[in-house]
């Protein structure tokens, strides 16, 4: 059900903490966030030279008192953002297969971007949902209104991981389809190549969207303690393979940690947000620190 996706009592303690824009964002209706366009918001944002037509209540007069020179104040103008999620639910989303809650990886993705989507809307943003795996190709497109967030919420819950993934080729889809600069937030797990990735990354941001991933892992898929032989099943494709633990655990974690150092690399060289999740953590502390980075990040940045 949808009202299992939000916490109230973690959803009022986020609601202190503000979802920022890394970047300026184009919008449709006034709201909180930096836009490209100069209006007339309470931020200063440069001077510029007096052209006729200009309104002259914006004229700053000490300026021309000194240069005798008619010179106008701009400001940054605030916009609406439009926060658009990306779910991966694919088969390898199902894990672990026993878990519930957030300590599932799939329960986990929906309960992050529920709360994501509750507090963008409550500050008037616009939510969009993109729920992308083998027996999914739902898009919902930005828009603003408690009865959009409603649905949004609706079709968030019903996602059910099956198959193989399609989140790379979602994510170029995105890029190309979301017309104006959004947040666009993916939670996966990532099981793909970190090269085929960062293409992925590279068409979001030459699209100038302000991109943000939360990867989605389980300790035992890092550490691999077992000591007894396990039967291993590929959730996406369906195979399965008796393997002893004490004869690969070694090899596994090389590759792994290779791995995560070449998601770091991309990472980096795409400037996007980045969040490693454990699905032990809770997903409220999770975002208390996604979203108090961003902010920090843009005080610092104005």
Request: glycine share 8%.
């Amino acid at each position: 059900m949808a009202a299992d996706l939000i916490d109230p009592a973690e959803l009022s303690r986020l609601m202190a903490l503000p979802l920022n824009a890394r970047q300026a964002m184009l919008g449709t209706v006034s709201g909180r966030h930096r836009s490209p366009v100069k209006g007339s918001s309470i931020e200063f944002a440069q001077y510029r030279k007096y052209v006729p037509g200009d309104d002259t209540r914006r004229l700053d007069w000490r300026t021309w008192g000194r240069t005798d020179r008619y010179y106008i104040k701009e400001f940054e103008a605030d916009t609406n953002l439009r926060l658009c999620l990306i779910v991966d639910a694919s088969g390898s989303m199902n894990f672990p297969d026993h878990a519930e809650g957030s300590r599932h990886r799939m329960g986990f993705a929906r309960q992050l971007g529920g709360t994501l989507a509750h507090l963008a809307a409550r500050q008037g943003d616009a939510v969009g949902l993109w729920g992308v795996g083998a027996a999914h190709r739902e898009r919902i497109p930005a828009r603003r209104g408690p009865s959009h967030l409603g649905l949004v919420m609706e079709r968030l819950a019903d996602l059910r991981p099956e198959g193989g993934t399609t989140i790379l080729e979602s994510m170029h889809a995105a890029a190309e389809e979301i017309r104006q600069r959004a947040l666009v937030v993916v939670a996966s797990d990532f099981f793909v190549p970190p090269e085929e990735l960062k293409e992925a990354l590279q068409h979001l941001r030459f699209r100038r969207h302000d991109v943000a991933l939360f990867h989605l892992l389980d300790p035992v898929e890092i550490d691999f303690n077992m000591e007894r032989p396990a039967r291993f099943l590929d959730v996406e494709e369906g195979e399965s393979m008796l393997v002893d633990p004490s004869l690969i655990s070694r090899r596994y974690r090389e590759v792994v940690h290779s791995y995560l150092e070449h998601m770091d690399a991309v990472v980096r060289e795409t400037a996007v947000d980045y969040q490693r999740v454990m699905l032990t953590e809770r997903p409220a502390d999770v975002l208390a620190s996604f979203l108090l980075s961003r902010l920090q990040r843009g005080r610092g940045g104005r």
